[in-house]
C-alpha cells in the first residue's frame, strides 16, 4: 500500500514538473528522497539502500564518459566546420519538388552522424524549416519530416547518448544492437520515405530560397577536408571499433582541421571544448552554438539520477503490481503490444527517455528474456514513443527549435510506423506459431 502511495507521489512530481515548465532534475531528486524513505519502511538500512542506488548509477558509468566525450565531439564538429560543410554542400543539390523527403533524409544522415536529436534540429532542421517557409511548404509536414528524421540517428546511430544508455542498462553490445535496429526499421524507414515523396509533390511550390547557406561560407573557411571527422565516424563505426576510440580520433581530427583552416588556437579548442562553440555572428550563432562538456551536464544528471531508481525497481518489490499488469496486457496484446502501452504511459509520467527507458526496463524484464530483443523493444517504444506526446522534452525541445507546431506529431510518420509495423509484425507471427 505504502509502495503505491510513493509511486502516485513521484508520478504527480513529474506531472507538476511538467505542468509547469519546471526542471526535470527537481522532481528526480524529490524523487529520490520518496524511494530513500519507501526503502526504510521495507526494512533496508541506510547502507542497503544506499548501495541499491549506487549499484544502479555504477552501471552506466561508462556511458558518463562516452556523453561527455559527445559533448566534446559535437563542439569540435562546429568548431572545425564539419556541420557547417555537410548542410552548405547538401542542400542546393535538393529539388524543390522532393524537398520534403529531402528533408527526412538529409535529417536522418546528420542524427546518424552526430547522434543527437536536439543538435540535428538545431543545425539541419532549422535550416530545412527556414527553406521549407520561403517555398511555402507546408510546414506541419516539414516539421513531422524534421521530427521523424532527427531520431532516425537518436534510436540507431553508435553516437546516440540514447543507444548507449539503452545498451548499459540491458547489458548489450551496442553494434549487436544497432544491427538489429537497422533491419526493424528499414521497412518503416522507406515506407516514410515514401509517404513524404507523395505529400511532398505539389504545383505551386514556390523557388527555394538557399541564401541563408551564406552565413557558413562567410564565417568559415570550408573546404572538402571538413568531411573527414565525419568520415572518421562512419569508416570506424563500419568497423566495429570502440565508440569511446572512434570518437576520440573524429575529436582528434577535427581539432586539427579548426587550427589549420579555421585558425583556432590552444585558449579557443579548450573553451569551446568545455562551454561549447559560440559563434561571434548572430545569424551563424543560431544555427551552431552548442556542444561541449557543459552542455552535457545536464543529460549526466539525468541519466545517473534515473540510474539510481533502477537499483531501487530492482531490490523492491515497489513494481510488482504494474508488472502484474504488464504481464496481463503480454498475454493479450503480445510482448511487444504490451511494452507499446507501457511505454506510452512511462513516457507520459517521464519528461526524459532516460526516465521512461529505465521504467519501461524494469516493467517489462519478466516478460521479455532474451536481452537483445528486449533492448530492441525498447528502442521501439520507450525511446521514440516520448515524441509523439507533446509535453515529453524528445516533442518540445525539436519543435520549438525549429519553429513548429504540435501538428507536426501527426506527419512524424517514422516514429508512428515503426511500431506499429512491428506489432504487427509480432501478431503475424504468434499466429503463425
Known sequence: MFGNVVLILFVGLLVVCISFNIDVIIALLLGIGLFFIYCLKQGMSVKQTLSAMREGSDKIANVVVVFLSIGILTASWRMSGTIAYIIYKLIPFINPNYFVVATFLLCSAMSMMIGTSFGTAASMGVICMVIAKSMGLNEALVGGAVLSGIYVGDRTSPMSTIAIFVCAVTNTDLYQNIKNMLKSGLVPFILTAVLYFILGL???????????????????????????????????????????????????????LSVVYQGADIIDLLNVYVFGYKAQNAELAKLMDGGGLVSMLKPVIIVLLSSAYFGVFDKTPILKPVKMLVEKFSRRFTVFGSMIFTAIFTSAIACSQALATVLTYQLTIDIQKDKYDHALDIENTAVILPTILPWNIAAAIPLTTIGASNESILFAFFIILLPIYTFIKRIIKRENI
Open 202 to 256: 505539389g504545383k505551386d511550390i514556390g523557388k527555394m530560397d538557399i541564401s541563408i547557406l551564406s552565413v557558413f561560407s562567410d564565417n568559415y573557411n570550408l573546404n572538402i577536408f571538413m568531411i573527414l571527422p565525419a568520415l572518421v565516424i562512419i569508416i570506424l563505426s563500419l568497423l566495429k571499433i570502440d565508440v569511446k576510440i572512434v570518437m576520440f580520433i573524429s575529436i582528434i581530427t577535427a581539432t586539427v
